[in-house]
C-alpha cells in the first residue's frame, strides 16, 4: 500500500527530499505559484511554519508552471519567495500538478482526497503524523483557516 512517505521530491538546491524524513510530522503540502494572485498565501504558510514548527508542523512549497504563472527558473522562484515573501519552509523543483507529466506525489494526493484535477495554484493538502491525508482545501482557502486543523493534528494521541 502506497503512502505519503514512500515519496521523493526535488529540493531547489537539487537536494533529495525524502517525504519519510517527515514520518511523525504534520505536513502541509502546497502546490505555489510566484505570479499567481494568491501568492501573498506564501506570508500566511510561513507564519504557520513558524509558529508550528517546532510542535512538528512541515509546510512544503511545490512550485507548478501548470497554469503559466511559475517564473522561468527554480532559482528565480526561490529568490522570489524569500524576497518577497520571506519563506523559509522546503521548496521542491517546479512540478506538474495534473496531466501525463504530473508528479506522483499529486496522482497519489488527488487520488487519496477523491477529487480530481487540481484546479489552480494554492490546493493545499494536510497530511497527519499518521501519513494519513486528513483534509484538501481549494487555493482560495487562506492559510489561517487551516490553523485550528493543525493545531488538532499536532495535539498527541
Known sequence: MTMIYDFQETEMS????NLAD???KV???VNTASKCGLAPQLVGLEDLYQRY???GLEVLGLPSNQFHQE???DEATSDFCQ???GVTFPM???IQVNGADEDPLFTYLKKTAGHGRI???FTKFLIGRDGQLIARYAPTTKPEKIEPAIVTALQPD
Open 14 to 17: 537539487g537536494q533529495p527530499l
Open 53 to 55: 514548527h517546532s510542535q
Open 92 to 94: 521542491t523543483k517546479k
Open 71 to 73: 517564473l522561468e527558473s
Open 83 to 85: 524576497v518577497h515573501y
Open 22 to 24: 517527515y514520518r511523525g
Open 119 to 121: 484546479k489552480w495554484n
Open 27 to 29: 505536513v502541509l503540502i
